[in-house]
């Protein structure tokens, strides 16, 4: 049943943190939570005068400059989530100046500066693999920790990993897979854990994502977009930043939230549910999307069939080994 988001500004007195702010879906949704009302601190590594390995102009004071602009409260903070004291520090601070923490969104990406062209197993290049876990996948870990530990004593809060696709395949380099494969399923994991602190923790994939960069990569602007769609038609079904930004403030605005826990959800299926719009008025679907695959190579093609085909074989066996494990547990 479709539930309707409270008008005005539902997180008011709320604070929030997203990690990886910078640009892109970070960015959308630090504006989005700075939009309904919540204190919003952005943090990651690109501050001015010292880019992250991404190399890109944007940065977290410009991501809290907008939010302020709109009339939001916002702080940036520039903090390596790698680095266990930094992020530890970063929500004492926060606790010692708000007295409260309430959604705590990782956004943090990390590992594709490291990555040579996606391709096979056996066509990986591994030199930069142990960066790449601790950037992606490490940093992730070190966050959802100090988010947990700083929201139990008030036993509420929300704790988002934002990851791409909602399946579990998805191929590209193996190392980049099996970080965001752990982004989906490790908070199925920690959602049961902090389910008795009434902690809810979730995976989101955002649509096909109207990026900086990928406006970049298709020679057009937010402007423009539009016409990026002679290139490849799938891209008139994108949708901005903000658009998953809105979800995860409708997922923080609802009473009900811990019944969505450890779940990994799209952008469209929580749009549909709060009945969110992009901030064109647009309701983007790209689960509804008949997708156009005329654009890829018909290796890669079968590549996806095979894999679908193996995932459903897969966690339909799964399935039935857990519902035998559940009936052996004692009521």
């Given at each position: 049943?479709?539930?309707?988001?409270?008008?005005?500004?539902?997180l008011?007195?709320r604070?929030?943190?997203?990690a990886?702010?910078?640009?892109?879906a970070?960015?959308?949704i630090?504006?989005?939570?700075?939009?309904?009302g919540a204190t919003?601190y952005?943090t990651?590594?690109?501050?001015?005068?010292?880019?992250s390995?991404y190399?890109r102009?944007?940065?977290?004071?410009?991501?809290a400059a907008?939010?302020?602009?709109a009339g939001?409260?916002a702080?940036?903070?520039r903090?390596?989530?790698?680095n266990?004291?930094d992020?530890?520090?970063l929500?004492?601070?926060?606790l010692?100046?708000?007295?409260?923490l309430?959604?705590?969104?990782?956004?943090v990406?990390?590992?594709?500066?490291l990555?040579k062209?996606?391709g096979f197993?056996?066509q990986?290049?591994l030199?930069?693999?142990?960066?790449?876990?601790?950037?992606?996948l490490?940093?992730?870990?070190?966050?959802?920790?100090?988010a947990a530990?700083?929201?139990?004593p008030?036993k509420?809060?929300l704790i988002?990993?934002v990851?791409?696709?909602?399946i579990?395949?998805?191929g590209?380099?193996?190392?980049?897979h099996?970080v965001?494969?752990?982004?989906k399923?490790?908070?199925?994991q920690?959602?049961?854990?902090?389910?008795?602190?009434?902690?809810?923790v979730?995976?989101?994939?955002?649509?096909?994502?109207r990026?900086?960069?990928m406006?970049?990569?298709?020679?057009?602007?937010?402007?423009?977009?539009r016409e990026?769609?002679?290139?490849?038609?799938n891209f008139?079904?994108?949708?901005?930043?903000?658009?998953?930004?809105r979800?995860?403030?409708?997922?923080?605005?609802?009473?009900?939230?811990?019944?969505?826990?450890?779940?990994?959800?799209?952008?469209?299926?929580l749009?549909?549910?709060?009945?969110l719009?992009?901030?064109d008025?647009?309701?983007?679907?790209?689960?509804r999307?008949?997708?156009?695959f005329?654009?890829?190579?018909?290796?890669?093609i079968?590549l996806?069939?095979?894999?679908?085909?193996?995932?459903?074989k897969?966690?339909t066996?799964?399935a039935?080994?857990?519902?035998?494990?559940?009936?052996k547990?004692?009521?």
């Amino acid at each position: 049943m479709a539930r309707r988001t409270s008008s005005g500004k539902p997180l008011n007195g709320r604070v929030a943190v997203v990690a990886g702010a910078t640009h892109g879906a970070g960015r959308g949704i630090a504006r989005a939570l700075g939009d309904a009302g919540a204190t919003v601190y952005c943090t990651g590594r690109s501050v001015k005068g010292k880019p992250s390995p991404y190399g890109r102009p944007e940065t977290i004071e410009e991501t809290a400059a907008m939010i302020k602009a709109a009339g939001g409260t916002a702080f940036a903070l520039r903090v390596d989530h790698t680095n266990e004291r930094d992020v530890k520090a970063l929500f004492r601070r926060i606790l010692r100046a708000q007295k409260r923490l309430d959604v705590v969104v990782d956004s943090v990406a990390g590992e594709d500066p490291l990555l040579k062209p996606h391709g096979f197993l056996w066509q990986a290049d591994l030199r930069n693999a142990d960066a790449m876990f601790r950037q992606g996948l490490t940093s992730r870990i070190i966050t959802a920790k100090h988010a947990a530990l700083a929201m139990m004593p008030a036993k509420r809060g929300l704790i988002v990993e934002v990851t791409e696709n909602d399946i579990i395949g998805g191929g590209a380099n193996p190392i980049a897979h099996t970080v965001k494969t752990a982004q989906k399923l490790l908070p199925l994991q920690w959602a049961t854990e902090l389910s008795a602190h009434g902690i809810s923790v979730l995976a989101i994939t955002p649509g096909f994502l109207r990026s900086e960069s990928m406006l970049e990569h298709f020679g057009v602007t937010e402007d423009t977009w539009r016409e990026a769609g002679r290139k490849d038609s799938n891209f008139l079904q994108s949708e901005s930043p903000l658009f998953v930004g809105r979800a995860i403030a409708a997922l923080a605005a609802d009473p009900k939230v811990l019944d969505r826990t450890g779940m990994l959800f799209g952008s469209w299926e929580l749009g549909r549910d709060y009945r969110l719009s992009d901030y064109d008025g647009r309701r983007p679907d790209w689960g509804r999307h008949s997708i156009d695959f005329s654009v890829l190579p018909p290796a890669l093609i079968d590549l996806f069939r095979t894999g679908t085909d193996l995932e459903i074989k897969w966690l339909t066996t799964l399935a039935a080994r857990t519902r035998k494990f559940k009936a052996k547990i004692p009521s």
